[in-house]
């Protein structure tokens, strides 16, 4: 092993840092109906990944997001500065460098950790991103992250303030340990174990969500008559009421299938069990990341079914539809993206959703109709 | 002609067809080991061509018998640090923009990787020409200026392959593969491998220019060149894990 790694390093001296990077730009137009005022927003986005390797046990990185954010929404929205500058770790990395009534530039930092590694074990400090994703859209098991489907900018997601521990007992198989704290100091900690086996990939955790639930969870991988076939559960037991039959049961089921003509199609089911207090926000909050991972949806049912469709491998496309029963509520989500140059990508992004706020459960007080539709257009290069 | 003399000539035929058989069959696997080796490790270019546009990716790449593989790809800047691991029959690749691993269904492997025309089956070598099939020599013909056996192979009763027939064209004294045609199950033609440039590479000749034809879009193409490349050098098999295509540089 360490006559290969000598072999290597003669033969094609990678450098020991990185820098990469986009640069995009984003114009928005979103209206409720196309007769109804429109709002026109821009965003110029930066992004800067760097990693340092000076040596084989220890690795750093940092990921930096300057943004330029301007337009209507900013200048009639007065919480909208607010839940931009709002940063969900323990150590607030998110600045509002410059901003007036019209314009915001916020600097975000949301990598920011050392790695120190030695043989099979590896320790990660500071933030970054645990993905503990099995599924596509909603992830139960990705407790340390709670990310939005619909905002398309943000592939990375937020990273959480940690520590993690990762062992690998052998060439697929990881258990981990993991602890964060969210910017109320609140802790989130928590173990996973995840092996392969007859060609799946399972996993198991088990821990303690925002110090205020104990959670134990599974998700899964694998494969049916050629299509991947993958799950996530997670039920949440709150601490101060562990004996209660209070729990919540978060579930979601997926496949997806790519055919011989590259047609990819994805399917999924999500179920979240929601709190019995719960009073729907409105449709515009789901553009904003959850606040906790025991809610992931705004409605108790949603099933997510997607096409996708390479026409050259310059130039594809995806339609992604929803339905939210309890709302009698859907989404239609067309995409294109065209590789203008090597590094210069060009997309358009539509999302239409529309919903009826009426019926059962905890959204019964309730009861109108409502529609958005948000167009962008995005110009992205790459570095 | 008695009785003894009928079996003892069906014998000899016999005889002379296993003999056959087993010489395509060594043939093949001379050609296939040429190209693998025991364990590998390689830098590759490779360029997908069509009429109004290319594209050059750059990827790494580390192989230990049939069973273990690993890519990097190391550019364009939009998909670097992506990795891909193949272990006997599952596969995964890692995403570093996402943090995640992802498995991959075996729906994905007649795909044509990283946009080309290179499936994830050849990238990722799920089957065996060696093993799969089965292998007969069907007749000579030059290539390049080599002379070649042409070889036909038919995939083995419950193989999980891809092809439906294969034929391969292998230079009679160096045993490199100089031309692949592959058909599907209809026996349509699907691609046309050919194999060019031979050069010397670390320890051996060898063919470092690959270029994949589709037989229904005769105007496009992509082509894999060997930039570098080592072979038979001592890789453990830990190598091959989800641990090291995160640390893949």
Redesign the interface.
């Known amino acids: 092993?360490l006559?290969?790694f000598e072999?290597?390093a003669q033969?094609?001296k990678?450098?020991s840092w990185e820098l990469?990077g986009?640069l995009d730009d984003l114009q928005m137009i979103q209206f409720s109906k196309i007769e109804t005022p429109w709002l026109i927003d821009n965003q110029i986005n930066n992004r800067i990944d760097f990693s340092w390797?000076p040596s084989k046990w220890f690795r750093t990185g940092i990921g930096m997001r300057n943004r330029f954010v301007f337009g209507e929404s900013l200048t009639q929205d007065t919480t909208r500065k607010g839940s931009l500058t709002f940063d969900p770790g323990l150590v607030n990395m998110t600045w509002d460098t410059y901003s007036a009534r019209s314009f915001i530039l916020l600097t975000e930092l949301d990598r920011a950790w050392v790695s120190f590694?030695s043989g099979?074990a590896?320790l990660t400090i500071g933030r970054?991103?645990?993905?503990w994703?099995q599924t596509i859209v909603w992830n139960p098991n990705d407790i340390f992250n709670t990310y939005s489907f619909y905002d398309i900018d943000y592939?990375?997601?937020p990273g959480s303030d940690a520590v993690r521990l990762?062992v690998?007992p052998?060439?697929?198989s990881?258990i981990e340990l993991a602890s964060g704290w969210n910017s109320e100091g609140k802790i989130t900690v928590a173990g996973l174990g995840r092996f392969?086996s007859e060609?799946y990939?399972f996993q198991f955790l088990a821990g303690l969500v925002g110090d205020q639930d104990y959670v134990i969870g599974s998700g899964w991988?694998?494969?049916i008559a050629?299509?991947?076939?993958r799950g996530e559960v997670n039920y949440y037991q709150p601490k101060k009421h562990f004996n209660d039959t209070t729990g919540l049961l978060l579930a979601t089921l997926g496949a997806?299938?790519?055919?011989?003509n590259?047609l990819m199609l994805t399917f999924q089911v999500y179920y979240n069990q929601l709190p019995a207090n719960y009073t729907p926000l409105g449709l515009l909050s789901i553009y904003q990341a959850p606040l906790s991972p025991k809610m992931l949806s705004f409605t108790e049912w949603n099933i997510f079914l997607q096409g996708s469709y390479?026409f050259?491998?310059?130039f594809d496309g995806s339609l992604s539809l929803m339905y939210y029963p309890e709302l009698k509520g859907y989404f239609i989500g067309p995409t294109l993206n065209y590789?203008l140059k090597?590094?210069i990508?060009i997309s358009l992004f539509v999302q239409y959703f529309n919903g009826r706020f009426t019926g059962t459960g905890p959204l019964k007080d309730r009861d109108y109709y409502f529609s958005s539709c948000l167009s962008t257009l995005r110009m992205k290069w790459?570095? | 002609m008695n009785r003894i003399q009928v079996t003892f000539l069906f014998s000899i035929t016999i005889a002379s067809l296993n003999c056959f058989a087993q010489d395509a069959t060594e043939i093949v696997k001379k050609a296939d080991d040429l190209m693998q080796g025991l364990s590998s490790q390689s830098e590759m270019e490779m360029k997908v061509i069509r009429p109004t546009w290319s594209r050059i990716i750059t990827f790494k790449s580390w192989g230990k018998g049939r069973d273990l593989s690993l890519t990097l790809i190391t550019s364009p800047p939009k998909e670097s640090g992506q990795s891909f691991l193949k272990l006997k029959n599952d596969m995964w690749s890692w995403n570093p923009t996402i943090n995640r691993i992802i498995k991959f269904p075996p729906s994905m492997m007649s795909q044509g990787w990283m946009g080309s025309d290179y499936s994830n089956d050849d990238i990722l070598k799920e089957s065996s020409i060696v093993k799969d099939y089965t292998h007969k020599i069907i007749g000579s013909e030059k290539v390049s200026g080599y002379d070649c056996y042409k070889i036909e192979l038919d995939p083995k009763e419950n193989a999980a392959v891809v092809w439906g027939k294969i034929y391969l064209w292998i230079s009679k004294g160096e045993y490199y593969e100089l031309r692949a045609e592959y058909y599907d199950e209809d026996g349509k033609k699907v691609k046309t491998h050919l194999m060019s440039e031979v050069k010397f590479m670390y320890d051996r000749k060898l063919p470092t220019l690959f270029e994949i034809q589709p037989a229904d879009k005769p105007n496009q193409k992509t082509e894999v060149r060997i930039i570098s490349t080592k072979f038979n050098i001592p890789l453990a098999e830990s190598f091959f894990s989800q641990q090291n295509m995160k640390a893949l540089k």
């Open positions: 092993m006559l290969s072999l290597f033969e094609t990678p450098r990469k986009n390797n590694k099979k590896e970054q991103r645990i993905n994703s592939p990375e997601r990762q690998y052998s060439s697929t990881t392969n060609g990939d991988s694998g494969n050629g299509a991947a076939f997806d299938y790519t055919f011989r590259s390479p050259t491998p310059l590789n090597q590094n990508d790459s570095f």
